[in-house]
């Protein structure tokens, strides 16, 4: 009776612990990036190690007004998001933990990433300039900065300002050029537009399509789902600056939440976002760019040409944002 009763008592504690084990072998996300973008990553790195990933998607402001509410006892152990200026407003208001990683650092360079490693860029898109060929000669496109001159009077397609993508960019801007220099180039953006600010980067291209408009700022992906519905549309993808600062590039990215559960399980995955393995899937299920260098972007991708990119550290768009949303304010940039 006495080993049975051991026995019995063992089994119970072993049941304990293989439970307890089981249960740490999963990973909360709250998730930004929308399901159809992140799913697939999420379902391979479980077939590869086991790990349950349970994720909730949303709108960025949402999900961190969610682990605010949540405070010292977050219900995700990771946040995905997008845009750099997004994740510098994250860590700011205390939600991330830093994670010191050998991995991470060697795999996301040191512009594409936090510089305290609260948050690391997992995928890369540009900000960069698209024409319409029948109506703009490509010699005639050089900057940013020179699309506030006035030969492009009526003739320039902008996003709304109060999408954080501009917002970025500016503040990018402000960091490269100072607040008085950026205004002048974003009132003389204000001064070119055929139209009123459009609500998304594709009504921008439509409006190129449409003839409303020639050039047109916008996040390249926006050009890759509509060149692969239609490649016959009239529109170009335009590398800007590359004499200069180089092209504005911004991330998506995610950083381990501060108070999480399965802290080890969640450093993991940040880790193979980061390899090469799943940057392939990061990056081409939107047709950006991977953040590690050691892996190319998809076919289709690279068949837009290489380009020299702004080698500013992302986490500057955070840290401008403010100043970037008060000066489009006063050049009446809607």
Not at 13 to 32: I, K
């Amino acid at each position: 009776m006495k080993k049975m009763s051991a026995l019995l008592a063992a089994s119970i504690l072993f049941s304990g612990v293989w439970a307890s084990m089981t249960q740490a072998a999963e990973v909360s996300v709250y998730s930004a990036r929308k399901e159809h973008l992140i799913k697939p990553l999420f379902d391979a790195y479980t077939a590869k190690t086991g790990v349950k990933i349970n994720y909730t998607t949303g709108k960025a402001g949402m999900l961190l007004e969610k682990l605010k509410a949540e405070g010292e006892h977050p219900a995700a152990d990771l946040l995905i998001t997008v845009d750099a200026g997004n994740l510098w407003h994250a860590a700011d208001t205390g939600i991330f933990e830093p994670v010191d990683s050998k991995i991470l650092a060697a795999n996301i360079p040191a512009h594409l990433r936090d510089p305290e490693n609260r948050w690391f860029g997992f995928s890369v898109r540009a900000r960069t300039i698209i024409y319409n060929k029948n109506k703009v000669n490509p010699e005639q496109l050089s900057t940013y900065e020179d699309l506030a001159d006035p030969k492009w009077k009526g003739k320039l397609a902008l996003r709304t300002s109060k999408k954080v993508y501009n917002q970025s960019l500016v503040a990018a801007m402000i960091a490269e050029h100072g607040e008085e220099k950026a205004e002048e180039i974003v009132r003389g953006w204000v001064k070119n537009l055929a139209a009123a600010p459009y609500a998304k980067d594709s009504k921008a291209l439509e409006a190129l399509v449409a003839g409303v408009a020639d050039v047109t700022l916008v996040n390249t992906y926006y050009y890759g789902r509509m060149m692969k519905k239609n490649p016959d549309l009239p529109l170009v993808i335009f590398w800007p600056n590359q004499e200069t600062t180089g092209v504005h590039v911004n991330v998506s990215g995610g950083g381990l939440i501060k108070g999480a559960k399965n802290k080890e399980e969640a450093i993991k995955l940040l880790e193979w976002f980061s390899g090469i393995e799943a940057q392939g899937l990061f990056a081409g299920s939107n047709m950006e760019y991977p953040a590690n260098p050691a892996v190319k972007p998809s076919e289709f991708v690279a068949s837009w040409g290489d380009f020299k990119a702004d080698p500013i550290g992302t986490a500057k768009y955070g840290e401008f944002q403010e100043a970037a949303v008060k000066l489009m304010d006063r050049a009446r940039y809607k």
